[in-house]
T-cell receptor, first 113, second 114 residues
């Protein structure tokens, strides 16, 4: 079963719109949730979230985690064409011997001019 | 450039051949991870090292896959007897051991098996 589920899988909006990307997870021994942006290359780090209710911001991007409901959202305001990318959500959890990140399938965001 | 580097960036091989990829992590990072990414999917964790110790390898896809980090610096990922299903992007990431949840990724090696 998928431990990390992202929605929507794809999204097309116009420049200037605000978008909200969703990530839900289902693991025990949660440690952290990370957001990455992936264009036609390697994922680049955006945010790491470990505590509920504390918003992280970087320019027009922000993210928040709800550990009770097991989800996170990534908001992008005043979108620009350069925001077009796949946005990946990943979790790190203890147990099972693995220490890598478990990724969702990503949300493919397209910003139209 | 002090980020994670990978070599080669692209590799085309014939089925049955062995391939080896190299990853150089960020210099002060002692954790190194390998992932595989196929089209339309997020990266899939394969294995990781802390210094030269391989702490997790149960996620390697088959016994044809192996990884080394002999001196705790660069790492290699080898795939023996490649199959067409091995075609994918192979990503390397590194992090600090302390508070090392933030992993920084290299540009990847795209493998095509004909």
């Amino acid at each position: 079963e998928d431990k990390v589920v992202q929605s929507p899988l794809s999204l097309v909006v116009h420049e200037g719109d605000t978008v909200t990307l969703n990530c839900s997870y289902e693991v025990t021994n949660f440690r952290s949730l990370l957001w990455y942006k992936q264009e036609k290359k390697a994922p680049t780090f955006l945010f790491m979230l470990t505590s509920s209710g504390i918003e992280k911001k970087s320019g027009r991007l922000s993210s928040i985690l709800d550990k009770k409901e097991l989800f996170s959202i990534l908001n992008i305001t005043a979108t620009q064409t350069g925001d077009s990318a796949v946005y990946l959500c990943a979790i790190r959890y203890s147990g099972g011997g693995a220490d890598g990140l478990t990724f969702g399938k990503g949300t493919h965001l397209i910003i139209q001019p | 450039d002090t980020g994670v580097s990978q070599d080669p960036r692209h590799k085309i091989t014939k089925r049955g051949q062995n391939v080896t990829f190299r990853c150089d992590p960020i210099s002060e990072h002692n954790r190194l991870y390998w992932y595989r990414q196929t089209l339309g999917q997020g990266p899939e964790f394969l294995t990781y090292f802390q210094n030269e110790a391989q702490l997790e390898k149960s996620r390697l896809l088959s016994d044809r896959f192996s990884a080394e980090r002999p001196k705790g610096s660069f790492s290699t990922l080898e795939i023996q007897r490649t199959e067409q299903g091995d075609s994918a992007m192979y990503l390397c990431a590194s992090s600090l051991a302390e508070g090392g949840d933030t992993q920084y990724f290299g540009p990847g090696t795209r493998l095509t098996v004909l």
